[in-house]
């Protein structure tokens, strides 16, 4: 079992950056990847970024995101971060960390994944 539990998340204005924190617990040293997911309101969860979770091999971004978002993680510390930087509105979304430990070769697929934190809101204010 993994917990994760995400943190960082609010309101920005539009060129704004947030940092959002996922602290993993558990049999966190199961994890192969650990990824970072959105959902807008209306819309389906989509891929923002994942990461090896032992190498630290930063494995994919979403083309959306590329260049602004910037994936992390520490293992002492347990955590995953992910880095928005130059935010637009349409970043808009409730932002989940999820961690696979089954070794998936399609880290951008959220059925992929085993464990899923609760989620954090981050607004994008125009």
């Known amino acids: 079992q993994v917990h994760l539990v995400e943190s960082g998340g609010g309101l920005v204005q539009a060129g704004g950056s947030l940092r959002l924190s996922c602290a993993a617990s558990?049999?966190?040293?199961?994890?192969?990847?650990m990824g970072w997911f959105r959902q807008a309101p209306g819309k389906e969860r989509e891929f923002v970024a994942a990461?090896?979770?032992?190498?630290?091999?930063?494995?994919n971004y979403a083309d959306s995101v590329k260049g602004r978002f910037t994936i992390s993680r520490d293992l002492a510390k347990n955590t995953v971060y992910l880095q928005m930087n130059s935010l637009k509105p349409e970043d808009t979304a409730v932002y989940y960390c999820?961690?696979?430990?089954?070794?998936?070769?399609?880290?951008?697929?959220?059925?992929?994944?085993?464990?899923w934190g609760q989620g954090t809101q981050v607004t994008v204010s125009s």
């Open positions: 999820a961690a696979d430990v089954r070794g998936t070769r399609t880290v951008v697929v959220a059925t992929e994944y085993d464990y």
């Open positions: 558990g049999r966190t040293f199961s994890s192969y990847h």
């Open positions: 990461i090896t979770w032992r190498s630290g091999v930063i494995t």
